[in-house]
T-cell receptor
């Protein structure tokens, strides 16, 4: 079946360090992936996306890497700040016209001052 | 630019009552999605709608749950005869029209449903 999972439930980093959040997906037909950030009491906030014809995409302080061979996705946050503390979810969208996003369980990022 | 608006933010119902959750998508977006989130878990897809049409309801429970997205007005997720297990946060997302290139879904801040 389809599933998206994250390797670590909680990641604790020092302010200013880089953070790497990992995600494994099982549907090799998925062609679109999104990272979301969710703060307490709020909805998921879009961070960055990547399509299956790419293996890397950069945004402001964030980079997403896609390894289709091993079905692995990662989010790198440079110079992590206290405001980055949140739960991070990866989500996959299957091939075709499906609008359905499949979310992983989430990784809690804690930034220590 | 207003994002996805959901109301109410919090809803308390007693077992057996009906819950109606509303979602106004981003202006110009014609695709609406509903997800459910239990504490400490990821979001689970429920239903995908376009104006006046249900496209995919594979995540909707077969009974008591229904969704609509009328030509005018917000999308509504309706839960009849609520039970304790319906307690969760319900999120709505929207995306712009066009199916050639996938677009990110933009989420509202959810409705937290509590069943007494």
């Amino acid at each position: 079946g389809e599933s998206v999972g994250l390797h670590l439930p909680t990641l604790s980093v020092q302010e200013g360090d880089n953070s790497i959040i990992n995600c494994a997906y099982s549907n090799s037909a998925s062609d679109y992936f999104i990272w979301y950030k969710q703060e307490s009491g709020k909805g998921p906030q879009f961070i960055i996306d990547i399509r299956s014809n790419m293996d890397k995409r950069q945004g402001q302080r964030v980079t997403v890497l896609l390894n289709k061979t091993v079905k692995h996705l990662s989010l790198q946050i440079a110079a992590t700040q206290p405001g980055d503390s949140a739960v991070y979810f990866c989500a996959e969208n299957g091939s075709g016209n499906t609008g359905k996003l499949i979310f992983g369980q989430g990784t809690t990022l804690q930034v220590k001052p | 630019n207003a994002g996805v608006m959901q109301n109410p933010r919090h809803l308390v119902r007693r077992r057996g009552q009906e819950a109606r959750l509303r979602c106004s998508p981003v202006k110009g977006h014609s695709h609406v999605y509903w997800y459910r989130q239990l504490p400490e878990e990821g979001l689970k897809f429920m239903v995908y709608l376009q104006k006046e049409n249900i496209i995919d309801e594979s995540g909707m429970p077969k009974e008591r749950f229904s969704a609509e997205f009328p030509k005018e007005g917000p999308s509504i997720l309706r839960i009849q005869q609520v039970v304790r297990g319906d307690s969760a946060a319900y999120f709505c997302a929207s995306s712009p029209p066009g199916t050639q290139v996938k677009q990110p879904q933009h989420f509202g801040d959810g409705t937290r449903l509590s069943i007494l």
